[in-house]
């Protein structure tokens, strides 16, 4: 690990700052993934911006949402019984994440923004355009059974690791920002995570000093009867080949409203709008499931040793949403 200056921040407006005026510094709160990549020498930071004395461990609960600051462990929003009673997919996914030690001490900002697991990534005698920008992608033509079928490009193929984020997705959550100018904005979910094209290298649209310092997870009726499904190769920690997020509300035996999100075989945590729609008015079967399934993997682009991801996510996502329509009726 190559050396470093460490600053404890006191203010929201010190740290934007720190970090804004310093081209390599890096905000720091619960350091499971920045903390990885430095020992590793994937990430090499000038500066390391502490934010865990900034409070923001809050957790606010109204009609419409659930506030969560952006400090607040993983396993304590986990288990928070608003959480586990309004959207039982976001606790699913984060259970499913990780170990119970690692949870403790990671954040849910830091969820959002922890990096590939792409191991080309990971190994700095590997070309990846995420890593050094131009450098090529070993992984097109390397060993590629873990990575993307969905948003990828000639550039980058690398899966988003978030099992959170599929959850969020499902729901529409909003992330509440703040800049080193003192403005602020709130971005979505979705729209955190610009697709890789030519420019992999930039991950989120998330400025310079821009600081997460909450997220707005949304709470719909429909997302009580919500299900996370995380299909791996072994049991514990382990991150997703296939997962989906799903949510659905029935009236009768036809299906009134449905939400789906899916991880583990795209670029970003991915939601399927098309595939929802698809599923409005139709029977809470097994064959309209496997028919939103389709819509869901359509544009799918599979590589040499991943081609099985598009029929495993299919899978996934009907046993999901058997799952759900058990509860839901």
Not at 33 to 61: K, Q, S, Y
Not at 167 to 185: I, K, P, Q, S, Y
Request: charged share 20%; aromatic share 6%; with cysteine.
């Amino acid at each position: 690990m190559k050396s470093f200056e460490y600053y404890r921040a006191t203010s929201l407006a010190d740290s934007t700052a720190a970090v804004a005026g310093r081209e390599n510094a890096m905000f720091f709160a619960g350091g499971t993934t920045l903390v990885d990549l430095m020992r590793i020498d994937v990430l090499a930071p000038d500066a390391v911006i502490d934010v865990t004395a900034l409070g923001l461990r809050e957790i606010e609960v109204t009609d419409e949402a659930i506030v969560v600051g952006a400090n607040v462990r993983n396993s304590e929003l986990a288990w928070h019984p608003a959480v586990r009673e309004r959207i039982p997919a976001l606790t699913q996914a984060i259970l499913s994440g990780a170990t119970t030690q690692i949870r403790n001490m990671a954040t849910v900002a830091g969820n959002f923004l922890q990096r590939t697991r792409c191991p080309y990534f990971r190994d700095v005698h590997s070309a990846c355009n995420r890593r050094v920008p131009q450098s090529g992608c070993a992984a097109l033509d390397g060993f590629n059974r873990g990575h993307a079928v969905l948003g990828v490009s000639e550039h980058c193929i690398a899966t988003h690791p978030s099992d959170m984020g599929v959850a969020a997705a499902l729901v529409d959550a909003e992330l509440r920002t703040l800049n080193a100018d003192g403005t602020t904005r709130v971005i979505s979910v979705t729209a955190l995570y610009p697709l890789p094209g030519d420019t992999p290298h930039i991950e989120t649209v998330l400025e310079r000093g821009e600081l997460i310092t909450h997220v707005v997870f949304p709470t719909p009726p429909l997302a009580r009867r919500s299900q996370y499904l995380k299909v791996r190769d072994r049991a514990s920690y382990e991150f997703a080949l296939a997962s989906a997020a799903v949510a659905i509300d029935i009236e009768g035996e036809r299906i009134a409203d449905a939400r789906l999100a899916i991880g583990g075989v795209a670029t970003r945590p991915w939601r399927c709008i098309d595939a929802e729609r698809s599923l409005i008015g139709k029977p809470a079967a097994e064959t309209s499931f496997r028919e939103a399934a389709a819509v869901a993997l359509t544009g799918a682009v599979a590589q040499h040793h991943n081609a099985f991801k598009i029929e495993l996510a299919k899978r996934t996502i009907v046993r999901a949403f058997a799952k759900v329509t058990e509860v839901a009726r």
